[in-house]
């Protein structure tokens, strides 16, 4: 097998956040020695979730075996899952903003036709559901745990309890018009065709200050994991936690 160098446009603080938390854990559990140092296996772990390198060709790259990957990265991703923040402590920090957006997206998977409550008819594609909430300037704040594809926005939002945290915490959020029927909190758009003109410039206003919050969608499929996950559906929510934890870390 042919081995070439390659590159990670991750800032080297991801790497010295994940190098340090993989550290503690070897002192935690007294671990005398591993193949890799922690350095390198926060890279491996870095390489497949940013990359979306696979067990073979990150196997090849580092010199050990498959199995031994698949231990060290399910290994740093639930060290980095476990640190990412609860809806309730999320809402501390949205607390201090003027307002929120909401939105959702879809996580492609390979699953065949036969897995239907994983089947996205608005997509048309098998995937995961993610809802998120960021700041007035697109920055990802929280990321929900993934229900299967199936699963209508509103309804996931209810199920997370979101719409409930915000209207206890009282603030704006803004959202598309999937999110029709969450009450006073959640500001969405009109729908119809033939509006009235104040309606249609309302609509205007409105989707210019969601726009802002595609950004926390681009930052979520720029780790290339998340643009085609081949892991068990079990393992996407702990996946997005990590890398929501690692988004927060190089911030």
């Not at 990321?143 to 996931?156: E, R």
């Not at 729908?191 to 681009?218: D, P, S, Y």
């Amino acid at each position: 097998m042919l081995v070439y160098p390659s590159s990670n446009d991750l800032s080297n603080r991801s790497l010295r956040f994940s190098t340090g938390q993989l550290a503690l854990r070897r002192r935690e559990i007294g671990t005398r020695w591993r193949r890799l140092p922690a350095a390198r296996q926060a890279l491996l772990a870095l390489a497949h979730l940013r990359c979306g390198d696979t067990y073979a060709r990150l196997a090849a790259g580092f010199g050990i075996g498959i199995a031994t990957v698949y231990r060290y990265i399910r290994e740093a991703v639930d060290l980095l899952a476990a640190l990412a923040p609860t809806l309730t402590e999320a809402m501390e920090t949205i607390q201090e903003k003027a307002f929120v957006t909401l939105d959702g997206t879809l996580l492609p998977i390979d699953r065949i036709a036969a897995d239907t409550p994983h089947y996205s008819g608005k997509h048309k594609r098998h995937g995961m559901n993610v809802q998120v909430l960021t700041d007035p300037f697109g920055r990802l704040l929280w990321a929900s745990p993934a229900l299967p594809g199936s699963t209508h926005g509103l309804t996931a939002a209810r199920q997370h309890g979101i719409i409930d945290a915000l209207v206890d915490a009282g603030l704006s959020c803004w959202a598309d018009k999937a999110y029709q029927g969450t009450g006073e909190p959640v500001r969405v758009p009109f729908r119809g065709r033939r509006l009235k003109r104040w309606k249609r410039r309302h609509n205007t206003t409105h989707a210019k200050i969601r726009c802002v919050g595609e950004q926390a969608m681009a930052t979520l499929k720029g780790w290339r994991l998340l643009r085609k996950l081949r892991c068990s559906t079990n393992r996407i929510t702990d996946v997005v936690k990590a890398v929501l934890v690692l988004h927060h870390a190089s911030a």
